[in-house]
T-cell receptor, first 113, second 111 residues
Framework: DAGITQSPRYKITETGRQVTLMCHQT?????MFWYRQDLGHGLRLIYYSAAADITDKGEVPDGYVVSRSKTENFPLTLESATRSQTSVYFC????????????FGQGTRLTVV | ELKVEQNPLFLSMQEGKNYTIYCNYSTTSDRLYWYRQDPGKSLESLFVLLSNGAVKQEGRLMASLDTKARLSTLHITAAVHDLSATYFC???????????FGKGTRLHILP
């Protein structure tokens, strides 16, 4: 299916475990983003990427790692999950052209226990 | 560092009334977006505003952009219950390749 998909949709993990959230888009968009959404904070940018093999830190990158070996994939890894990383995570992509916004995946609800 | 501030953060209003949500940002922007989010759902794009003085309308929603004042507004005309949602503005910083969001305005429209 065309679009942007995230997996899993729901995940429960234990403190200290490594977990990877997947994001895949079929549009060949250059730009991809990871946000976390928490009550009272809106959406905060974790990492972003302008192209394959180019990534950069956003507002709240600590505790997260990303990679982008292929244009269509942008996985987010929590190297050692903490309770404070319990959140809803959204991936987004954009082609960067003038009149086009970013499109969002359905989100992953992550609970760290 | 870019800051994006929305106000109010919460708004409860009666059906049929008009109201405006404000979005202020701290540095020069390339473009500004408005999104809507329903509870438990993803974000849906409403408007893309590209230049100073841009105005876009869709149904009861109208968005405008004043780049000199670094201000965007989302105006709701004759609100209806179906417009209850959280509305986000987001500033696109193309020279830095990132998009920064405000905290969102939770809009509750009472029948």
């Amino acid at each position: 299916d065309a679009g942007i998909t995230q997996s899993p949709r729901y995940k429960i993990t234990e403190t200290g475990r490594q977990v990877t959230l997947m994001c895949h888009q079929t549009w060949s968009h250059s730009y991809m983003f990871w946000y976390r959404q928490d009550l009272g904070h809106g959406l905060r940018l974790i990492y972003y990427s302008a192209a394959a093999d180019i990534t950069d830190k956003g507002e709240v990158p600590d505790g997260y790692v990303v990679s982008r070996s292929k244009t269509e994939n942008f996985p987010l890894t929590l190297e050692s999950a903490t309770r404070s990383q319990t959140s809803v995570y959204f991936c987004a992509s954009s082609d960067g052209t003038e009149n086009t916004e970013a499109f969002f995946g359905q989100g992953t609800r992550l609970t760290v226990v | 560092e870019l800051k994006v501030e929305q106000n109010p953060l919460f708004l409860s209003m009666q059906e049929g009334k008009n109201y405006t949500i404000y979005c202020n940002y701290s540095t020069t922007s390339d473009r500004l977006y408005w999104y809507r989010q329903d509870p438990g759902k993803s974000l849906e794009s409403l408007f893309v505003l590209l230049s100073n003085g841009a105005v876009k309308q869709e149904g009861r929603l109208m968005a405008s952009l004043d780049t000199k004042a670094r201000l965007s507004t989302l105006h709701i005309t004759a609100a209806v219950h179906d417009l209850s949602a959280t509305y986000f503005c987001a500033v696109d910083m193309r020279r830095d390749d990132k998009i920064i969001f405000g905290k969102g305005t939770r809009l509750h429209i009472l029948p």
